[in-house]
């Protein structure tokens, strides 16, 4: 893992339709993610947030149920070039989010860099719905389907090129709330996932262990998506859908700190945290505390 860190900024809240999730990246500012990377000798440069344009409601002719897809794409873009810039310069881009919707834009800056980009998505859900699957129409539920090239046309081709992951390439960690169509997908297309079930049974350790070993055979880089409604609400309360019954602080802890002794990521984002339905900045506080982890805090 390199020592250059670079922090982008991406208070997007267009994925989806609770408010107050754009705040995430200033949340997790203030719980003190530079000062603690700082702490762990890394030279960090914060790159301040990309600008997100709000939608003219009324003025714009909807072509797709997908809600804010103009606004999206544009967003996705600027994260692109940004990513792009931050490892021609030879530096780990770690994303604050901001919805999951994000990962549409840092995915394509960061996969045209990699033969074979590996990504562990972190999460409740496993984001594969497309417009024809999703009921609600909210593009943070689509963000790895796109990824995989599924989706509008508009979102899957950000970059000029598609597909930006390999089905193979993926491990989804601590799923819990898939719609039928992602189910579908996942079985069809061979995606590996570790649901709560295969958590509970296998442990957190036994489940780190086999994605490190799965992910290390087969790609060149890794990729952490990492959304805080994976963890149970009781830990981590200030996030959009929140699902009962999730990963817990120490399991968490664990799968962060097997990553930094694997040494395999090489770039990250967190996301969906939202400081309005917190208490007291707890999730983005938790947040960092992960990151610490991740990037070699120590208990001792």
Do not use: C
Not at 20 to 40: F, K, Q, T, W
Not at 65 to 77: A, H, P
Not at 81 to 92: D, L, M, T, Y
């Amino acid at each position: 893992m390199k020592k250059k860190i670079s922090i982008i900024g991406v208070p997007i809240d267009l994925g989806q339709t609770r408010r107050g999730v754009d705040m995430g990246p200033s949340a997790i500012r203030y719980a003190g993610v530079i000062e603690r990377l700082n702490e762990l000798n890394y030279d960090v440069i914060d790159l301040g947030n990309i600008e997100i344009t709000r939608p003219s409601h009324g003025k714009e002719v909807k072509t797709s149920n997908l809600k804010n897809l103009k606004e999206v794409v544009e967003v996705s873009g600027k994260l692109t070039e940004k990513v792009e810039g931050i490892i021609k310069a030879n530096r780990f881009p770690l994303i604050l989010g901001g919805d999951h919707s994000l990962s549409i834009g840092s995915l394509a800056g960061i996969s045209k860099y990699y033969e074979n980009l590996g990504v562990i998505w972190y999460d409740a859900h496993g984001d594969l719905n497309t417009a024809e699957s999703s009921p609600s129409g909210n593009i943070h539920g689509m963000p790895l389907a796109i990824s995989l090239g599924l989706g509008h046309s508009e979102l899957v081709n950000i970059a000029d090129y598609s597909p930006k992951v390999k089905p193979e390439n993926i491990v989804i960690i601590g799923a819990r709330a898939l719609d039928k169509g992602e189910k579908q997908l996942i079985r069809n297309m061979g995606i590996r996932v570790y649901t709560m079930h295969e958590i509970d049974r296998l442990g957190m350790a036994k489940v780190m262990e086999e994605t490190i070993q799965y992910l290390s055979k087969r790609t060149d880089g890794v990729h952490l998506s990492l959304d805080l409604d994976g963890l149970d609400p009781s830990d981590a309360p200030g996030v959009g859908t929140p699902v009962i019954g999730g990963l817990s602080y120490r399991e968490s802890h664990l799968a962060m700190e097997m990553l930094e002794e694997a040494n395999i990521i090489t770039s990250a984002e967190f996301v969906e945290v939202n400081p309005i339905l917190d208490e007291r900045n707890k999730t983005a506080s938790l947040a960092v505390a992960l990151m610490g982890s991740l990037f070699g805090e120590k208990i001792l």
